[in-house]
């Protein structure tokens, strides 16, 4: 394997790791064998479990925050806010193991990628505050956004694992209503 494609396989595979296990539960090693790497591949390649899961994070957050970005583009009010929750819903039907990593992690303190979790709020939730603090200047877009994207983020978890048969469109509306 080239760097690229071993980095890229250490990256899924702790992913998935991860976010069926948590971070603490998963080794090393159990990510070398799935990604089918040598131990040592993962310390040249990241440094240690911290600075992969630290790559794990920004590289689902640069991801989300361009296809954000991209959905609201040219949008404003309540279409923007329709856009984002629909890629939002989106983005954790094709990468659900990053969504339930988000959703495990966001809020654990004291840990040493918080800066990277930070990056998060700051980018992808910031994407959300931008269009609620234009719509809806009376609103503290602050924790208006981390609502409807937590709400969201859960709402897609919950359809996945729970209710797989329903449409995204149904839950994307589902989530609208919540919010309006």
């Not at 994070?57 to 925050?65: C, N, P």
Request: hydrophobic share 50%; with cysteine.
């Amino acid at each position: 394997m080239r760097s690229t494609d071993t980095r890229e396989h250490i990256v899924e595979a702790a992913l998935a790791l991860v976010a069926e296990r948590g971070f603490s539960a998963t080794s090393v090693d159990e990510i070398a064998a799935a990604a089918h790497v040598a131990k040592g591949s993962v310390f040249y390649n990241f440094g240690s479990k911290t600075g992969l899961f630290e790559a794990i994070i920004s590289e689902g957050v640069s991801r989300l925050t361009v296809a954000l970005r991209a959905a609201a583009d040219g949008l404003h009010g309540r279409a923007a806010l329709e856009a984002l929750v629909a890629e939002l819903l989106r983005q954790v039907q094709q990468h659900p193991d990053f969504a339930k990593v988000m959703v495990a992690e966001a809020f654990r303190t004291g840990r040493s990628w918080q800066d990277s979790i930070r990056q998060l709020r700051d980018e992808s939730i910031g994407t959300f505050a931008a269009v609620v603090a234009e719509a809806w200047p009376d609103r503290d877009p602050s924790i208006t956004a981390a609502t409807v994207f937590g709400g969201t983020l859960l709402a897609g978890l919950e359809w996945l694992a729970f209710q797989p048969e329903r449409s995204p469109d149904d839950v994307c509306r589902a989530v609208l209503d919540a919010v309006h």
